[in-house]
């Protein structure tokens, strides 16, 4: 009986993890969930893919991009059912942990896209709406937006912060020469937004030469000689380099990428070059938006480059990033965003990010806090939104939690860098529903509060108003708060304190992380520069012994393995010859040794149950810690 299973999949979800009792139209849209849906049935997305996971052992992958509509035990309660629009489908079945099986589906489909390292980076910006500024609903002034920006890069100077890797500029911010010479500066680059239409009179000047026939325009399917309105044919030979023509400038100048929006337009009565219909392929639009935009970047910046997409579909995870759409700036539209990101990765997405604090209108103090927390454990940190996301405008409390996020953000980024790469190889996500991440244990099977991201990190963020309180369901093993350094044994769940300040994030045992800390302090969250910046590594006392890869480019990969020695020692041996500067152990350390020998390296004391120990100049391939 259905009701003794449990569902999960169905390409991108806004209603939780598991989907047994839920139906689905498979038909790519604006889901349109940016307003009041607190109480939606929430069952449209812009990313339907015909994948599901059962809890009895197998996925099924219904391989078609025609429009469908799934009833897994809403109808009738031990029934699924499945109808397509369409004349053909392909059936793969795999069976094993979801683990398993979702490496098989992106052997078939394709693996994550790997983005540049400085898109893991804190990225600021906004819509139309925010470049108005007080001038919202009184039309576009250009003069208007070169005031924002900067007000924008003085206000992140101000607060010390003034390394924002991108400003995602909506509009004529992003075609103009002033903005680009502001931008770089800072070492800003500039992210826009990209349409999937042009109108001709667009692809006439970027195409010179090609006649209007040979133009990439979607035509009609019940009249080929008129155009579906403006949107592009990707399958047309000349897209790659019209959009090339269109956009190298500003690669020159510090473009970098940014936006594609409204992948889902595409009408069912449009037919494409390649003679297939809208019908056959408005679910698989994404595939070609980002293919093809991804290319035409790679030939001018190389990889240098990163699209985020709305709409998604089997395959698409391939070509660009994405985010979740246009979510309310409420903490039930952040709960959609979390179920957005958990869904996709169980059917293969990695580079997710949703908007700062969700997307429409200016979000309350308390949300936008919350949305700052969780923000920085996605893998694209980026505020987006209709009115501004800048911490100044949100009280002296939401500027205390944005450093202290920023610079956890910039504590991480070679652990999150190391993790996409991780990730592009083996189709895992870098977040990871419970399900996922620990399939053997089916009682958190359906826990959708929190997620394991990067491997390391038990994080659960908190979307209720006033929190006191945060009920963590820890899995298996020992945990370490990542504040703290505090212990908890797993198999349980545990009511968690919070304020304002913070989330629970823990760490799991036998954790081996590259970090970046402040050489002055040597603790998370203190604000650092390139001058007064160490390399670490993050260390968990192990359990048993654990294998640890960590890539530093996609070619360079280094090898840890941890593991007890007895009950207060233990071990990790580096596969290159040098250990970072700087050891962060969460333990009481007591002593050091290194390839056998008793050192005398600075252990300083926590204040906590952190210790630091600075290593300098040590040339070793094995480190045993002594905890008391």
Same mark, same amino acid.
């Not at 893919?49 to 059962?54: Q, V």
């Not at 240098?304 to 579909?313: A, E, I, P, Q, V």
């Not at 039930?332 to 209108?361: K, M, V």
């Not at 998370?524 to 910046?533: A, G, V």
């Given at each position: 009986?259905?009701?003794?299973?449990?569902?999960?999949?169905?390409?991108?979800?806004?209603?939780?993890?598991?989907?047994?009792?839920?139906?689905?139209? &498979?038909?790519?849209?604006?889901?349109?969930?940016?307003?009041?849906?607190?109480?939606?049935?929430?069952?449209?997305?812009?990313?339907?893919?015909?994948?599901?996971?059962?809890?009895?052992? &197998?996925?099924?992958?219904?391989?078609? &991009?025609?429009?469908?509509?799934?009833?897994?035990?809403?109808?009738?309660?031990?029934? $699924?059912?499945?109808?397509?629009?369409?004349?053909?489908?392909?059936?793969?079945? $795999?069976?094993?942990?979801?683990?398993?099986?979702?490496?098989?589906?992106?052997?078939?489909?394709?693996?994550?896209?790997?983005?540049?390292?400085?898109?893991?980076?804190?990225?600021?910006?906004?819509?139309?709406?925010? $470049?108005?500024?007080?001038?919202?609903?009184?039309?576009?002034?250009?003069?208007?937006?070169?005031?924002?920006?900067?007000?924008?890069?003085?206000?992140?100077?101000?607060?010390?912060?003034?390394?924002?890797?991108?400003?995602?500029?909506?509009?004529?911010?992003?075609?103009?020469?002033?903005?680009?010479?502001?931008?770089?500066?800072?070492?800003?680059?500039?992210?826009?937004?990209?349409?999937?239409?042009?109108?001709?009179?667009?692809?006439?000047?970027? @195409?010179?030469?090609?006649?209007?026939?040979?133009?990439?325009?979607?035509?009609?399917?019940?009249?080929? /000689?008129?155009?579906?309105?403006?949107?592009?044919?990707?399958?047309?030979?000349?897209?790659?380099?019209?959009?090339?023509?269109?956009?190298?400038?500003?690669?020159?100048?510090?473009?970098?990428?940014?936006?594609?929006?409204?992948?889902?337009?595409?009408?069912?009565?449009?037919?494409?070059?390649?003679?297939?219909?809208?019908?056959?392929?408005?679910?698989?639009?994404?595939?070609?938006?980002?293919?093809?935009?991804?290319?035409?970047?790679?030939?001018?910046?190389?990889?240098?480059?990163?699209? &985020?997409?709305?709409?998604?579909?089997?395959?698409?995870?391939?070509?660009?990033?994405?985010?979740?759409?246009?979510?309310?700036?409420?903490?039930?539209?952040?709960?959609?965003?979390?179920?957005?990101?958990?869904?996709?990765?169980?059917?293969?997405?990695?580079? $997710?990010?949703?908007?700062?604090?969700?997307?429409?209108?200016?979000?309350?103090?308390?949300?936008?806090?919350?949305?700052?927390?969780? /923000?920085?454990?996605?893998?694209?940190?980026?505020?987006?939104?209709?009115?501004?996301?800048?911490?100044?405008?949100?009280?002296?409390?939401?500027?205390?939690?944005?450093?202290?996020?920023?610079? *956890?953000?910039?504590?991480?980024?070679?652990?999150?860098?190391?993790?996409?790469?991780?990730?592009?190889?083996?189709?895992?996500?870098?977040?990871?529903?419970?399900?996922?991440?620990?399939?053997?244990?089916?009682?958190?099977?359906?826990?959708?509060?929190? %997620? @394991?991201?990067?491997?390391?990190?038990?994080?659960?963020?908190?979307?209720?108003?006033?929190?006191?309180?945060?009920?963590? %369901?820890?899995?298996?093993?020992?945990?370490?708060?990542?504040?703290?350094?505090?212990?908890?044994?797993?198999?349980?769940?545990?009511?968690?304190?919070?304020?304002?300040?913070?989330?629970?994030?823990? *760490?799991?045992?036998?954790?081996?992380?590259?970090?970046?800390?402040?050489?002055?302090?040597?603790?998370?969250?203190?604000?650092?520069?390139?001058?007064?910046?160490?390399?670490?590594?993050?260390?968990?006392?192990?359990?048993?012994?654990?294998?640890?890869?960590?890539?530093?480019?996609?070619?360079?990969?280094?090898?840890?393995?941890?593991?007890?020695?007895?009950?207060?020692?233990?071990?990790?041996?580096?596969?290159?010859?040098?250990?970072?500067?700087?050891?962060?152990?969460?333990?009481?350390?007591?002593?050091?040794?290194?390839?056998?020998?008793?050192?005398?390296?600075?252990?300083?004391?926590?204040?906590?149950?952190?210790?630091?120990?600075?290593?300098?100049?040590?040339?070793?391939?094995?480190?045993?810690?002594?905890?008391?």
């Amino acid at each position: 009986p259905l009701g003794e299973e449990m569902l999960f999949g169905c390409g991108e979800r806004f209603d939780g993890v598991e989907q047994s009792g839920h139906r689905h139209q &498979f038909w790519n849209c604006d889901a349109g969930y940016h307003g009041d849906s607190e109480f939606y049935e929430l069952w449209k997305s812009y990313k339907n893919i015909p994948l599901i996971h059962s809890s009895k052992g &197998f996925s099924l992958f219904y391989s078609s &991009f025609y429009p469908a509509n799934s009833d897994l035990g809403y109808t009738e309660k031990d029934l $699924w059912s499945w109808d397509f629009w369409g004349p053909t489908l392909d059936i793969y079945v $795999w069976t094993g942990s979801v683990r398993k099986t979702l490496a098989q589906y992106t052997d078939l489909t394709g693996k994550p896209f790997l983005p540049p390292k400085w898109a893991f980076r804190y990225m600021s910006g906004g819509g139309n709406g925010f $470049w108005y500024g007080p001038d919202w609903g009184k039309g576009n002034n250009p003069e208007n937006y070169l005031k924002v920006l900067r007000e924008v890069l003085d206000g992140y100077e101000k607060m010390g912060t003034p390394n924002v890797a991108a400003i995602y500029g909506e509009g004529w911010i992003a075609y103009n020469d002033e903005a680009y010479k502001m931008l770089k500066l800072y070492g800003t680059r500039m992210l826009n937004w990209n349409p999937p239409d042009y109108p001709i009179e667009v692809m006439r000047e970027n @195409l010179p030469g090609v006649t209007d026939n040979e133009l990439p325009r979607i035509k009609r399917a019940d009249d080929p /000689s008129g155009d579906a309105g403006n949107y592009i044919d990707f399958h047309n030979p000349n897209v790659k380099q019209m959009l090339i023509n269109k956009y190298r400038r500003y690669f020159e100048l510090g473009l970098r990428g940014g936006m594609l929006d409204f992948a889902e337009m595409v009408p069912d009565y449009a037919l494409y070059c390649n003679g297939m219909t809208g019908r056959e392929m408005h679910n698989f639009n994404p595939y070609w938006y980002g293919k093809l935009y991804g290319e035409a970047a790679k030939e001018m910046v190389g990889d240098d480059y990163l699209y &985020f997409c709305r709409g998604g579909c089997a395959g698409s995870q391939r070509w660009c990033a994405n985010f979740s759409g246009d979510q309310a700036a409420k903490f039930y539209g952040l709960r959609q965003q979390l179920s957005s990101a958990l869904t996709l990765g169980l059917c293969g997405f990695s580079a $997710w990010g949703g908007d700062l604090a969700g997307y429409e209108s200016k979000p309350e103090p308390e949300v936008f806090c919350r949305g700052m927390q969780f /923000s920085a454990f996605q893998p694209l940190m980026r505020a987006h939104g209709t009115r501004t996301r800048c911490p100044w405008d949100f009280g002296e409390t939401a500027v205390g939690i944005y450093k202290k996020y920023y610079y *956890l953000r910039e504590n991480l980024v070679n652990k999150l860098y190391s993790s996409a790469v991780m990730s592009s190889m083996t189709g895992l996500p870098m977040m990871q529903a419970m399900v996922l991440a620990f399939p053997e244990q089916k009682e958190i099977a359906s826990v959708d509060s929190q %997620y @394991l991201f990067c491997d390391d990190m038990l994080v659960a963020p908190v979307f209720e108003e006033k929190a006191e309180f945060k009920e963590v %369901y820890f899995p298996y093993g020992s945990w370490y708060d990542l504040w703290t350094g505090e212990k908890t044994t797993g198999g349980k769940s545990r009511k968690v304190p919070v304020t304002i300040t913070d989330i629970p994030v823990y *760490l799991r045992s036998g954790t081996v992380m590259p970090v970046i800390l402040s050489e002055d302090d040597l603790r998370l969250s203190s604000p650092f520069s390139c001058e007064n910046s160490a390399e670490a590594l993050l260390i968990t006392v192990p359990e048993q012994k654990r294998c640890v890869k960590v890539y530093s480019d996609k070619e360079t990969e280094t090898d840890y393995i941890i593991e007890p020695i007895s009950e207060k020692r233990f071990s990790v041996i580096s596969g290159r010859a040098m250990f970072p500067k700087i050891l962060l152990v969460y333990a009481d350390v007591s002593e050091i040794y290194a390839d056998g020998e008793l050192c005398s390296f600075k252990i300083k004391k926590p204040e906590c149950n952190i210790s630091s120990v600075d290593i300098s100049g040590c040339v070793c391939k094995k480190i045993e810690i002594v905890f008391k």
